[in-house]
């Protein structure tokens, strides 16, 4: 079975300070792993992903995750906060030669603080 | 990537009526997937829309209360029937990306329902 935790529901930082959110993952396969980001009043938007290859993935607006095998995490980071970062984010995992079968986590809401 | 509209983006509506958003998407997908976002919340996965065959319900969904149109492969509906105030949520349209797919997730800007 896949689940996934991320750890905090609410993490504050001050603009310009190094941002970290916390994905953990479960799965009997080896994942797809995701975060998407949320704004107010939109959809999600596509972060970046892992599939294979290189574990150190870079996305949009400075973001980046590190996969780790041996830790089960996906964790978020971004060395500089902007307050337009202030949004929610969703760690994802999906099972490998499916697809689709998607299982998110419960969010983290991210303000910056000026 | 997708392009995926969705139709209304916001509605206030009262209890027991019912409310038929829509999707469109700018590319044909093969499957598209309807979730759930109550307020404060992760996403839930209502149903797999498939064109040409009955939808598919995760556990806790049924077709009665969220009857699903497929006419082709680039549009569904979610109906939201005899609406109650636990039913205001975001309702999000999704599809696979089909580009060298390798499993990402487009979103719509969803509907957010409030039920009086």
């Known amino acids: 079975a896949q689940s996934v935790t991320q750890l905090g529901s609410h993490v504050s930082v001050s603009e310009g300070a190094l941002v970290l959110l916390r994905c953990n993952y479960s799965?009997?396969?080896?994942?797809?792993l995701f975060w998407y980001v949320q704004y107010p009043n939109q959809g999600l938007q596509l972060l970046l992903k892992?599939?294979?290859?290189?574990?150190l993935v870079k996305g949009i607006n400075g973001f980046e995750a590190e996969f780790k095998k041996s830790e089960t995490s996906f964790h978020l980071t971004k060395p500089s906060a902007h307050m337009s970062d202030a949004a929610e984010y969703f760690c994802?995992?999906?099972?490998?030669?499916?697809?689709?079968?998607?299982?998110f986590g419960t969010g983290t809401s991210l303000t910056v603080i000026p | 990537s997708a392009v995926i509209s969705q139709k209304p983006s916001r509605d206030i509506c009262q209890r027991g009526t019912s409310l038929t958003i829509q999707c469109q998407v700018d590319?044909?997908?093969?499957?598209m997937f309807w979730y759930r976002q109550q307020p404060g919340q992760s996403l839930t996965l209502i149903a797999t829309a498939n064109q040409g065959s009955e939808a598919t319900y995760e556990s806790g969904f049924v077709i009665d209360k969220f009857p699903i149109s497929r006419p082709n492969l680039t549009f569904s509906t979610l109906t939201v029937s005899n609406m109650s105030p636990e039913d205001s949520s975001i309702y999000l349209c999704?599809?696979?990306?089909?580009?060298?797919?390798?499993?990402?997730?487009?979103f719509g800007e969803g509907s957010r329902l409030t039920v009086l």
């Open positions: 892992y599939t294979t290859g290189a574990t």
């Open positions: 999704s599809v696979l990306g089909t580009v060298r797919s390798t499993g990402e997730l487009f």
């Open positions: 799965s009997s396969v080896p994942p797809y």
């Open positions: 994802a995992v999906s099972v490998r030669f499916t697809g689709n079968q998607f299982y």
């Open positions: 590319s044909q997908v093969t499957m």
